[in-house]
């Protein structure tokens, strides 16, 4: 037994100086609380590594087909009313969805941008009493109430009984409402009085869009859209002011949910027009995203970039209605965040290796300036015999 503790005594790869021979210097001391110091740092430093995730990146192919696009927007226009504002959307694969109003809520703003009243767009119209029916007469107490869509008919037994019903009949045959004062339920309701009480007011429109995963784009132009023989068309002319304001604000743009360190850079975005109408452009590469916590919940959302291009109105070579146009087209590449948490054995495996180099670095420089001094006050001492 004495033999096998005698062995390992020598296997001591640190052997042990009698306290008699140790020196304890200044230099020493301030090292030492140095090198402590920077020990502290070092390893509250790793720790806080080691309890909070890291987040890594990789690029992949995106192989996804069919899938859906959402976009959440808030937009602010100061200087339109809310009456004349129309959304579209289209995309490359030819569906069109035109004078959007579901999922959308449009508020109406004074000129200090207070809101007046909030709605849902396309949601309830105003009472009509005693109508003009169909067939030429008024609407009698036991009767069933069914209204011209004047020639817009999609059939005999069609009944338009609004004037938003009437505008969505013209607008599926490609027709423009250019006199509502002639349709009954345009004036029953108001219709162009509320559009004329309604200016110098502004709008905030905000809401979603469930789109193709393919290039597209949408817009808010003032009027309406209709499709006609392969061709879209801007109904304005009811709306005709002669120079449409479209200074407006981002408030938010999203492209899907939101997930940590996403950066939308269209937030908050502000534009002011000068003198000239015109179309102003966004671009946009859609960045698909997916994104994973430590618990292995994913969100599958995108990122953006986007450039901006102003285009200003000239007298009959105006291509494209006043408004504001949003282009977005998607990456082949997508993005793929996963949160990870550092392991146990290499957070212990950096811990030893701060302690381990900063002792022995602390050490060499110790002993460098230890010997230093002693050659140079060895050197003194030997000027001083001479």
């Excluded at 808030?74 to 009456?83: E, G, I, M, N, Y």
């Excluded at 007046?116 to 007469?137: M, R």
């Amino acid at each position: 037994m004495v033999g096998v503790m005698n062995r390992l005594r020598n296997l001591d790869a640190y052997p042990k100086i009698n306290e008699d021979f140790y020196r304890r210097t200044l230099s020493g001391g301030v090292i030492t609380l140095v090198s402590s110091l920077l020990m502290l740092v070092l390893f509250f430093s790793e720790l806080q590594l080691y309890i909070h995730p890291v987040t890594e990146t990789q690029l992949r192919v995106d192989t996804s087909r069919g899938e859906k696009l959402r976009i959440n927007f808030d937009v602010t226009f100061p200087a339109l009313q809310c009456s004349i504002i129309s959304l579209d959307s289209m995309d490359i694969s030819g569906e069109r969805h035109l004078d959007v109003r579901h999922d959308i809520i449009k508020r109406r703003l004074d000129s200090t941008g207070n809101v007046i009243e909030a709605k849902q767009d396309g949601i309830g119209h105003t009472k009509i009493e005693k109508p003009l029916q169909k067939h030429g007469g008024r609407l009698e107490h036991n009767e069933t109430y069914c209204g011209s869509c004047f020639g817009a008919e999609l059939s005999d037994d069609a009944c338009c009984n609004s004037c938003e019903e009437v505008r969505e009949a013209y607008r599926k045959k490609g027709w423009a409402l250019s006199d509502p004062e002639s349709i009954d339920q345009c004036k029953r309701e108001g219709f162009v009085q509320k559009v004329k009480d309604e200016e110098g007011e502004g709008c905030n429109i905000h809401g979603f869009l469930e789109v193709n995963k393919v290039a597209g784009n949408f817009h808010f132009i003032p009027g309406q859209s209709f499709h006609q023989s392969g061709f879209q068309f801007h109904d304005m002319l009811l709306f005709q002011q002669g120079n449409y304001n479209i200074s407006h604000t981002v408030n938010r743009l999203a492209f899907g949910d939101f997930f940590p360190g996403v950066v939308n850079p269209l937030d908050g975005v502000q534009w002011n027009q000068g003198k000239q109408s015109g179309v102003y452009q966004y671009f946009i590469k859609v960045v698909p995203s997916i994104y994973t916590d430590v618990h292995r919940n994913t969100i599958q959302s995108n990122q953006f970039s986007v450039t901006e291009h102003f285009q200003g109105m000239e007298a009959g070579r105006m291509q494209s209605p006043p408004g504001v146009f949003f282009y977005y087209d998607l990456s082949p590449i997508k993005v793929i965040f996963e949160e990870q948490h550092v392991e146990f054995l290499h957070f212990l495996t950096n811990v030893c290796a701060i302690v381990g180099g900063i002792f022995t670095v602390s050490g060499i420089l110790d002993s460098f300036i230890y010997h230093g001094q002693r050659a140079i006050k060895k050197k003194m001492e030997i000027g001083k015999f001479n």
